[in-house]
């Protein structure tokens, strides 16, 4: 019985490792590709490379269960196309048991892919946006990254430059009263985090008044330095400065309660962080649809055909889940049920699949 234990989950494993190399690779490729027209000065076909390989653990962190379902398809399927898997069901092995010998594998590729998705891509997309942004900028050493907003308070804050270090460059605070108009801009080259504090340099201070409902100027100054008390940290603006999809959820987390606490909209980064959350539940769940329809309607049919609904079923799986973020933005419902959904419809399928397979 260990043998056949054995000879299954490694079949499913070594056929989801070749269709994860292949459409990864693809992937790899296309992209690339893709960016080959973007090459100008700096950014050279080397620097070209060095993007598109940091952007491949986010891209098999995304593509991961869609591999997983039509690896369990391809490695199973071959089993039951050469009978093997008639002889080892005639042996006394239950369908509960082949389904679990399909999904040790692949479980095992999900606690691997969390962790990329978790701590790897993260990294490599910070470093490759770097890498492609200073060559593009003709400039080294310098980290740029979006020029993004940010509130803290009644100050709105507009940076140009974050750093990796959190140091801002291009630096614009807009301070506004209780009464919502603006009473002071604040203007700096350059600002560094030191002591629970923000040192702002060669800043120039515009002092403003409200007449007739319009801000107007009453006087400016120039400071060479000066500090500033914020609740923001160097670590929030690293956060700001991304995208959701490149956080951890640990910084998801954290950037959502900093969002709440200012009275703003954090329904983006909550869709980011409940899509990670339930994301070992669709990877499961697609791949014991894959199990149900090599035991059911995919049981006698070319590899061909299976590899085709695989796609097929995973890429309307994603496209399900991408079209329900949107939607809770508009009518405003949970980014929980939005990420949920998906999940549980797939949980769902593969369920009624599995009970009817005789």
Known sequence: MKIISRYVSRSVAAATFVVLVAVVGLD???????????????????????????????????????????????????????????????????????TWLALKPALAFLLMTMAI??????????????????????????????VFWVRDGNNFIFVRVVRP?????????????DDQS????????????????????????????????LPVEIGSHQQKQMM?????????????????????????WTYISYLDDQSLNSVVYQLAFWEKVFYPLVMVSLVLIGIAFVFGPLRQVTMGYRIFWGVL???????????????????????????????????????ILLRRVR
């Open 165 to 177: 270090d959190g140091e801002m460059h291009g630096v614009n605070i807009f301070e506004f009263d």
């Open 28 to 98: 790899f490729v296309f992209r690339l590709v893709g960016d080959l027209d973007n090459m100008k000065g700096s950014y050279t076909f080397g620097k070209v490379f060095v993007y598109t390989l940091m952007e491949t653990p986010l891209q098999l962190y995304s593509l991961m269960p869609l591999a997983a379902m039509i690896g369990c398809l391809v490695g199973l399927g071959s089993l039951a196309g050469s009978s093997e898997l008639i002889v080892i069901r005639a042996t006394g092995v239950s369908t509960l048991r082949l």
């Open 228 to 252: 500033w008390k914020s609740d923001l940290q160097p670590a929030l603006l690293s956060i700001a400065a991304a995208k959701p999809t490149d956080l951890q959820m640990q910084q998801l």
């Open 313 to 351: 079923v995973g890429v309307l799986v994603k496209t399900l889940q991408n079209a329900l973020g949107p939607v809770s933005i508009v009518f405003g419902f949970s980014p929980v049920m939005a990420m949920a959904v998906p999940a549980f419809v797939c949980m769902g399928i593969g369920f």
């Open 117 to 146: 998705g978790e701590y790897v891509a993260p990294a490599a997309e910070e470093y490759g946006n770097s890498v492609r942004a200073t060559a593009r900028a003709g400039q080294k050493q310098i980290d740029l990254r979006s």
């Open 182 to 213: 603006l009473t002071m801009i604040r203007r700096a080259n350059k600002a560094t985090y030191e002591d629970g504090q923000w040192l702002l340099k060669n800043v120039r201070i515009t002092d403003l008044k409200n007449v007739d409902g």
